[in-house]
């Protein structure tokens, strides 16, 4: 008898995991999913540095916003904040793009403290992006 309501509570919950909308905040994603996520207008805020985007383009369209200097370290968050906000209001998804990824985890889980419900982390930067051969264009420059 245990057992069944063991598996009745699981049936359970799997069901309501498929019934309601995932919970919001930080969603990483790959190469595939970016590209869906591109082809439906989500924006993308790439917060590399500028010697990063001339060294390996950028994706056509991103938002350039640097959070980080060179050594690491943010700069101007809530200014930071405020470009963001001019590009998607927090009730809009944005995507967050940088090298690696290891920049976009603290700035996605910003967003979302600051109110953002989505944002999509490129989980592994934009570097995969590149050896998959995706497009990219040229820094326009200042």
């Known amino acids: ?27 990483g994603v790959n190469n595939e999913e970016l590209a869906a996520l591109l082809k439906k207008g989500v924006p993308v805020i790439d917060i590399r540095t500028e ?11 991103s938002h350039l916003l640097t959070l ?15 470009k963001v906000r001019a590009v998607a209001p927090p009730d809009k998804p944005v995507i967050l793009i940088c090298r690696s990824g ?6 996605a889980k910003f967003l979302t403290d600051s109110g953002y419900a989505t944002v999509y982390n490129v989980s592994q930067g934009i570097i995969p992006w590149i050896r998959a051969g995706l497009p990219t264009v040229p820094y326009p420059g200042p």
């Open 1 to 27: 008898m245990v057992r069944l309501v063991w598996y009745v509570v699981v049936a359970c919950m799997m069901l309501w995991g498929r019934v309601l909308p995932a919970e919001a905040g930080v969603i």
């Open 68 to 82: 980080f200097d060179e050594a690491r370290r943010v700069v101007d968050p809530e200014g930071w904040l405020k």
């Open 51 to 61: 010697p990063e985007w001339r060294q390996t383009g950028i994706i056509a369209g």
């Open 102 to 107: 290891n920049r976009t985890a603290p700035a």
